[in-house]
């Protein structure tokens, strides 16, 4: 998807990006070969040209960050087939008072299929975050860009979290689909342990300061509950991206990824 996006060109909206494919100019390559492109001048084709060479010289290379600032935040989604071997799934827990008031209790990062769990007091630093998120090249999170990456900039300002994000509340809005992450992943057959299941974020709260007041085996429970949610992201951004895909990426693009299925599903 990431070689057939075109509106990380100046000028370019969805509209003409849809035009472009549909008059058989599908990916950079298609583009780049054609001396002319209807609808574009020929000087405004040069400057388009330069623009996507140089997007094919840093995806060579591995530069995720070159197409954070050159893609709107809701073009992101498009990042995650490419990057997504680099991808870091993030959720955070707080005490649940207001903004001004709420402290994180707990971080989850799930990558490449294992989870690292920080807790406040214990191992949650910016040295400890900074080291989880080494290597990060695309963070995915639900409803994260307005709360989870706030509140951890806030609380650890040297922190880099200037990283291209997928936000699947806001992918799963476009898509028509509304309510939380745990009504979300219901919606898509994702399934939680029986003993976690109904839990929430006020849930959360509670479990904290159970622990706080001494009971140890509110913390296990936790735990369980954020690794629940962070680890659920990756299947779910699995689910969205290829619904994305199909509603507004190529057409020559939907059919493929609709034969080819996770693993697991």
């Known amino acids: 998807m990431l070689t057939s996006t075109f509106v990380l060109l100046k000028g370019i909206g969805p509209a003409t990006e849809r035009r472009l494919w549909q008059d058989g100019v599908a990916d950079w390559s298609a583009f780049l070969g054609r001396a002319l492109i209807t609808g574009i001048s020929a000087t405004r084709k040069g400057w388009y040209d330069e623009v996507l060479a140089t997007a094919q010289s840093r995806l060579a290379g591995g530069s995720a960050d070159f197409f954070r600032t050159c893609l709107k935040s809701r073009d ?25 008031q709420a402290v994180i209790t707990v971080v989850g990062l799930y990558r490449n299929g ?14 400890r975050l900074a080291e989880a998120l080494e290597g990060t090249d695309l963070l995915v999170t639900f409803f994260g860009s307005a709360f ?28 028509g689909l509304t309510g939380g992450l745990k009504y979300i992943e219901r ?37 369980r509950y954020n690794a629940a949610d962070t680890r659920n992201l990756e299947p779910l951004a699995e689910v969205l991206y290829e619904q994305m895909v199909s509603r507004f990426g190529p057409p020559s693009i ?12």
């Open 76 to 100: 992101h989604w498009r990042l995650f087939h490419t990057f997504r071997h680099r991808a870091t799934y993030l959720d955070i827990e707080t005490t649940g008072q207001s903004s001004g």
């Open 187 to 223: 919606e898509m057959h994702i399934d939680r342990e029986p003993e976690i299941q109904g839990l929430d974020g006020w849930d959360a709260v509670r479990l904290w300061y159970q622990w706080r007041g001494g009971d140890e085996g509110a913390l296990n429970l936790l735990l």
């Open 254 to 265: 939907g059919p493929v990824l609709a034969q080819v299925k996770p693993a697991g599903q």
């Open 114 to 127: 294992r989870m690292t769990s920080l807790v406040r007091g214990e191992n949650l630093t910016e040295d």
């Open 148 to 175: 989870d990456i706030p509140f951890l900039q806030q609380a650890f300002p040297r922190l880099n979290l200037q990283k291209p994000h997928f936000d699947l509340c806001f992918a799963a809005r476009r898509l």
